[in-house]
């Protein structure tokens, strides 16, 4: 009924693969067994990371404002190669990851199958909530994002519905009504 609505819902007790097995130890040994590719991670310093990053090509084909100017750098890395980021004493810049691993946008020799997996089964088990926004097909893609502590997006305005599922870790996400971009 909310959700019909358009009014914000936490769902709580998912129960996948992924809500009951993700940490960084699972991701490794998951691209580990998987031929190594190269995915975007973003990086900035501390004091201003970081920047909402949303490719102006796809804000203007979504007829949304692009108030954003990405300052965040973009740059390829490993799966390993931004896990050994994460573990390193450096934090003068902070670093996330995220690339779509799920769905329409993902080419089949990107995600690990294990990943893959547990992904369709968490869009499956979020099936029966998703049904209830108005005008849903399907899920179009999964985006998987991993940053450092620290890391915060400013406000911003997504294109798209969303379903933020959070593995492990904690995210503060504070929500506004539409309208206030202007503000």
């Given amino acids: ?15 996948t693969p992924a809500a009951a097995n993700w940490s960084m130890a699972y991701l490794e040994d998951a691209f580990n067994d998987h031929d190594p590719v190269v995915m975007t991670v973003a990086t900035d310093l501390a004091s201003r990371c970081c920047r909402y990053y949303e490719p102006r090509r796809e804000a203007i084909r979504r007829g949304y404002p692009y ?11 490993t799966f ?26 993902a080419p089949a020799w990107l995600t690990p199958p294990k990943i893959a997996s547990d992904m369709q089964r968490t869009a499956e088990a979020l ?19 991993i940053g450092m502590k620290g890391v915060v997006m400013p406000l911003h305005y997504d294109s798209t519905d969303n379903f933020y599922v959070p593995f492990f870790g904690r995210k503060k996400v504070v929500l506004v009504e539409p309208g206030h971009l202007e503000e």
């Fill in 67 to 77: 108030p954003f100017k990405p300052k965040t750098r973009l740059y390829k890395d």
């Fill in 127 to 145: 099936g029966a909530a998703a049904t209830a926004v108005p005008g849903f097909d399907r899920f179009a893609h999964g985006k998987l994002w």
């Fill in 80 to 105: 390993a190669g931004f896990a050994d980021t994460l573990r390193s004493d450096n934090r003068t810049a902070l670093h996330y990851l995220h690339d779509v691993f799920f769905g329409d946008a």
């Fill in 1 to 15: 009924e909310l959700i019909a609505r358009g009014e914000p819902v936490v769902v709580t007790d998912l129960r």
